[in-house]
């Protein structure tokens, strides 16, 4: 999750030191995040098919070696080849640590072993600009890159030592690699859509480039035992909870700091500084939501952490013209505890809630619905304030963040209606 916002800071950096325009340059932070987002779904699929033990030493080993020929890049190509590189092993550890974790504990700690990274991954997210920036000024754009080896290096001898052995990796089938073409290619579409839209409205156009390969996917062999595992787990509301929830947060991070530098005039350290209100909460309330859900049950913790998120982030809209950090700063720490709250337990409910051998598709499933929200925020909060005017957007677009917010509380309260049985794995899906 670091990796996702900390390259951005480096940009401009990159390109003058790379000789690249600015265009150019914004491909090394595309570059990771579109592989990240579009290989989400296949690599699910493939890792319920596949041994974890030497899944995680491969794709950390992976993500290691492109870190190290990105800091190395001569030219923009060879970056954003090794950006694309780390993009995809990360897919496969964004999607391997829920399924780590829920197969490590008993039930009954679930709650507290799963808030664990539920809590770490969005910091990591938010932290990403400060510890980037600190690396650029002391050392340059190519440590942004190398910082995270140690903690690859780490990583890779624990789990040689803990993970138990669970079968050989086996590579995915043909019929496999079709599909996960199709569902890349609709997905990374949607993503350049959402992410350039907001600046560009032509870029919206390359959404409707998206329906046909998604629609081939879900009408196929890949597509059918994904959904058919949602059905049958009674997971389609919990996940959109989960986009509300991860559009909420991304429009309002977006538009408090827009607000405050662009219109109040407040200084990039006292934003970030007010913004961090939110991220503390979330850190103090993490662990302690964990063991409230393990005494008193999964949904009802993760519908309390949407009530008190939603709560602040509406206490936010009447602010008007008088903002101010203190202001900001207690409401945003109030949604932050709810968030904090809420990221274990739903984590846990939906994970607990995956068939057996299903618990990585359930994880991928997880990661792309909250993925999609990062981005959809900043675009929905983007066309709202322009919609608003600048008199009224900064308020239309906290509006818009409270309302997906408040969004999410009847999609986690009302469990989902029980359909068909999950169907039966396809012989295709992994080579023999």
Avoid at 294 to 304: C, H, M, P, Q, S
Wanted: proline share 7%.
């Amino acid at each position: 999750m670091l990796d996702m916002n900390i390259v951005n800071v480096a940009l401009a950096d990159i390109a003058e030191g790379l000789h690249v325009s600015a265009a150019t340059a914004q491909w090394a932070a595309l570059g990771y995040q579109l592989p990240v987002v579009a290989l989400l779904l296949p690599v699910g699929r493939w890792l319920d098919g596949t041994g974890t033990r030497h899944a995680l030493p491969a794709a950390t080993a992976g993500f290691a070696l492109c870190s190290a020929l990105a800091a190395l890049s001569p030219w923009a190509a060879w970056l954003i080849a090794a950006r694309v590189g780390q993009g995809a092993c990360a897919a496969v550890l964004f999607v391997l640590m829920p399924v780590l974790v829920i197969r490590a504990v008993r039930p009954e700690a679930r709650g507290r072993a799963m808030s664990v990274p539920a809590t770490l991954g969005p910091l990591g997210a938010v932290t990403g600009p400060a510890v980037g920036g600190l690396l650029l000024d002391q050392l340059g754009w190519r440590w942004v890159f190398l910082v995270k080896i140690p903690f690859c290096l780490l990583a890779l001898a624990v789990a040689w030592r803990a993970m138990p052995r669970d079968g050989a990796l086996r590579g995915p089938g043909r019929r496999a690699l079709g599909d996960a073409l199709a569902v890349a290619a609709g997905l990374s579409a949607l993503l350049l859509a959402l992410t350039f839209g907001s600046g560009e409205p032509t870029w919206l156009l390359l959404a409707a480039g998206a329906v046909p390969p998604l629609w081939w996917w879900l009408r196929g062999s890949g597509g059918r035992p994904v959904t058919g595992v949602l059905r049958a787990a009674r997971l389609f509301r919990a996940h959109g909870a989960v986009l509300a929830l991860a559009s909420g947060f991304a429009a309002m991070h977006y538009v408090v700091a827009l607000h405050f530098q662009r219109d109040d005039g407040v200084s990039a350290t006292a934003t970030g500084l007010t913004v961090l209100a939110f991220p503390l909460g979330m850190g103090l309330a993490g662990p302690f939501g964990g063991r409230l859900a393990d005494r008193y049950g999964f949904r009802r913790v993760a519908v309390t952490g949407a009530v008190l998120t939603a709560a602040g982030l509406l206490l936010l809209v009447p602010l008007g013209d008088a903002w101010s950090p203190p202001d900001v700063a207690w409401r945003l720490a109030l949604a932050g505890v709810g968030m904090g709250l809420n990221g274990g337990p739903t984590q846990a409910l939906l994970m607990g809630a995956a068939p057996p051998g299903r618990t990585a598709t359930v994880g991928s499933t997880v990661q792309v619905a909250r993925s999609l929200g990062f981005t959809l925020g900043p675009a929905l909060a983007t066309a709202v304030w322009a919609l608003a005017g600048p008199g009224d957007g900064a308020r239309a677009g906290l509006a818009l963040a409270a309302a997906s917010a408040c969004l999410a509380v009847p999609l986690l309260a009302l469990p989902g209606r029980r359909a068909a049985a999950v169907p039966e794995r396809t012989t295709d899906t992994v080579s023999t």
